[in-house]
């Protein structure tokens, strides 16, 4: 199996690469954001819990989106692999997805992180929040918000994986096209 955690701060272009990931390693994408704003749209509990924290900027509990992981994994036995996109966002969740996937005979190939600095992910987010329609890319505050929690909870996940040898650095300015070959040339050594 071919497990990626795709890494970098809000706006750092991790949806773009993930499209282009799953097309190019036939992966399953697994974006917890994604994930909580489909319990959102459904109007289940879990949406309506996680919007209220969503729609600040602070990070949902971990159980829950461990939770959410989990349900995954388990109806996606035959995949090749998983891009793992906005998850794990705090060490307690690197921590449990070690197990879940260690418990299925697996393990995290590589984190790919990429960089970018917080005026252009700022100048980023908010053009993105002129189509998105997200609430939380559309306030100049909460963006920021976002960023601190990236920077607070967040970055110490880097160095889970260093620990592990299994950190890359990818540089997040520039074309699309040129940052995917950047991501597939570290991909193609894993
Ligand atoms: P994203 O789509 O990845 O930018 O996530 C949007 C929001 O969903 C974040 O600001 C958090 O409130 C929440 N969220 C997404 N993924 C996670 C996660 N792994 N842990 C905690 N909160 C998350």
Known sequence: MLNLVLFGPPGAGKGTQSQKLIDQYQLIHLSTGDLLRSEIAQGT????EAKKLMDQGVLVPDDVVIGMISNKLDANKDAKG???DGFPRTVAQAEALDQLLASKNSAIAGMLALEVN???LERRLLLRGKDSGRPDDANPEVIRKRIVEYNTKTAPVA???KAQ???YSIDGIGAIDEIFASLCLVINQL
């Open 45 to 48: 509990s879990l949406g309506m």
């Open 82 to 84: 998983f891009i793992f």
């Open 159 to 161: 160095n889970f994986y």
């Open 118 to 120: 917080d005026d252009e």
């Open 165 to 167: 040898q299994k950190f």
